[in-house]
């Protein structure tokens, strides 16, 4: 029977690759309710998009994968703790689902492997190195981690917990302070200046969303069966990590001018790992898949920055 898998957060950069994963892999995806997030009617419309989702799936098994959140590192405390309520609201309605079925449910959820390694020693960092956060970000990713863990202490629900990487490519909001190569591109674009705040021999795995999407799809469908354990955390990398400044020159040869960059300071400098080198060590056989490198994901980011900048222009001739 096909399982249904309902994403939180289609609409942005993760939760966007994970619907084109699931449909490419012939997956059934569960349209749910729209989230009121910036209300407080958000939390009631989790808990009526389980139960929604629960009923649609009939006998068969559901899926959730949180793909939610605006939070990034710098963010206020009141609004972070603010996705830890809503996180925890719908974790709180799966453990009141009757027991049958709690067992044929599995919820993926995203966290940053930046935010959990972010004052960590001893790179490159696994799923048994230490998590040390850095600032309210990390902490709060760490409060949605222990909520997730506890799910599966006081449910039959299995879970998979994705500590992922920079994540970079199609679909990522350029209002955000976050996402070096997005915001590369739309320099690039705009022939603005591009202001970096850390040094450039800091260390990065960039992984682009589809290849991260592709990853969580089988790791979900790994965890969702009766051989895995019932509880996973799992690294999300590409496996390859690069210096700012390599970066920066990989970019220039892809796109065939120097970028313009300002190096400046920014107190949250001091809440990020100068080497985050990562590698998973929990199913390590799904990472044996191709991925993306990284001139042709600098590419096709470019593409679709060069079309959402150009695209008001190219209305304007219209008319």
Known sequence: M?????VVGSGGLLGSAVVRSLRSAGEAVFAGPQVRWATDNAAADLRDGLHRLVEAAGVGGWRVYWCAGVGVTGSRAESLRTEVDRFEALTGAIAGLPRDVQTRGAIFVASSAGA???????APFDELSVPVPLGEYGHAKLAIEAAAGLLTVESSTRCIVGR??????????LAKPQGLISHLCRSYVSRAPLS???????LRDYIFVDDCADLIVKAVRRVGSDESPRHVTKILASGRSVSIGALLGEFRRVVGRRPEIIMGSSPVSSLQSRDLRLRSVVLADLDRQPMTNLADGIARTLEEVRALTLAPSRRIRAD
């Open 2 to 6: 096909t399982d249904l898998h309902w």
């Open 116 to 122: 959990a390694y972010a004052g960590s020693h001893g």
């Open 164 to 173: 992922i990487a920079n994540l970079y490519g199609l679909g990522q909001s």
């Open 196 to 202: 970096v705040y850390v040094p450039l021999d800091t």
